[in-house]
């Protein structure tokens, strides 16, 4: 499941110009945006940032030289981690003072008119936002005349919990990645995931490192693996192939030693108890200990289906575990 994190964990990661492109390229994917320049992406400096923004807290304003009918472009992105009612009415404000700050630096307005101003609004909130991302949509209207069209502001927003997983795998780029780690289920998946990132950013070391810190707090330490597959990732050294190669030392060297344990428990358990029971119970128990650390929560059905089994299957499903990719693996049969 997801875990929402503070908007600062977000901000740190996209504090990186490469985190923007590939937000703008695959999540607002306008035309124009393929035409950009995109070495001139920049921060607004903080010495243009206006009085009155630093006291609204306003997340990141960008500028991105666009294509000469459009000019430069003026990108605001605001981070949000629970919903709110005047989110529009707030980031309308934000826009008028962000270009006031832009004239500013330009010392009035040029002959082609004002730069276009992009407004994100990045979501990481549980709840699923159900707001309206247009201004207009909150005033009452006359059934004529000129309060018949209320003022106008927009956003796009971005539920990042609610992103089509078939979408993000077509995507291919380091946002897409990034939001497939919070949704992965299992060891094996979060390498899939890890060792594509590091393809793509083999130079990039600084943005692979705040990635693993965030990413830690996106799976909520689940597991010992986990955590020593982002720490291979981050790695300045190392290849792909080194990332895979841990994984599958790592998963059958835990696997076989909780496998031996268990086993070694479930001999003395039955012994002292004199009972068939007590061997199964602790069997099943190792088990349940291990698919924990390998896949995550065990779901009710699958625990189900581990307390109605005999001695005999759940031997044979603590041998699958050690070579097991998936959760199916381990349930497989050996005729």
């Not at 826009?95 to 276009?116: A, C, F, T």
């Not at 995507?171 to 060891?187: C, F, G, H, S, Y």
């Amino acid at each position: 499941m997801p875990r929402r994190h503070s908007d600062a964990a977000y901000k740190k990661l996209f504090s990186s110009p490469r985190m923007v492109r590939d937000l703008l390229r695959g999540f607002v994917a306008d035309p124009w945006l393929e035409q950009c320049n995109w070495l001139t992406l920049r921060r607004m400096p903080e010495q243009h940032i206006s009085d009155v923004l630093r006291a609204l807290n306003t997340d990141m304003v960008y500028q991105v030289a666009a294509p000469d009918e459009i000019g430069e472009v003026l990108i605001h992105i605001e981070f949000q981690s629970a919903k709110a009612h005047a989110m529009s009415l707030r980031m309308a404000e934000y826009g008028v003072h962000i270009v006031k700050s832009h004239l500013r630096q330009h010392k009035g307005h040029s002959r082609w008119g004002w730069p276009p101003l992009l407004s994100i609004v990045i979501y990481n909130g549980l709840a699923p936002w159900r707001q309206s991302n247009r201004l207009s949509d909150r005033f009452r209207r006359a059934p004529c005349g000129w309060l018949a069209e209320p003022p106008e502001y927009k956003f796009v927003l971005i539920d990042l919990h609610r992103q089509n997983l078939g979408t993000l795998d077509k995507l291919d780029n380091v946002v897409a990645l990034v939001m497939r780690i919070e949704q992965t289920q299992q060891p094996h998946e979060l390498t899939q995931v890890l060792v594509r990132l590091k393809e793509i950013l083999t130079h990039e070391h600084e943005l692979r490192e705040d990635i693993r810190k965030w990413a830690l707090a996106a799976t909520g330490n689940r597991s010992s693996i986990a955590a020593e597959l982002l720490h291979e990732f981050a790695k300045p050294e190392g290849t792909v192939m080194n990332l895979e190669e841990k994984f599958e030392r790592w998963g059958k060297e835990l696997s076989e030693q909780s496998r031996q344990a268990g086993l070694q428990e479930g001999r003395q358990e039955g012994r002292q108890e004199g009972r068939q029971e007590g061997r199964q119970e602790a069997l099943r128990r190792t088990l349940q200990r291990l698919i924990a650390k390998r896949f995550g929560a065990i779901k009710p059905i699958t625990l189900n289906h581990i307390q109605s089994s005999t001695s005999e299957q759940l031997e044979v499903w603590l041998e699958n575990i050690v070579d097991a990719k998936t959760l199916d693996q381990v349930f497989r049969q050996v005729h």
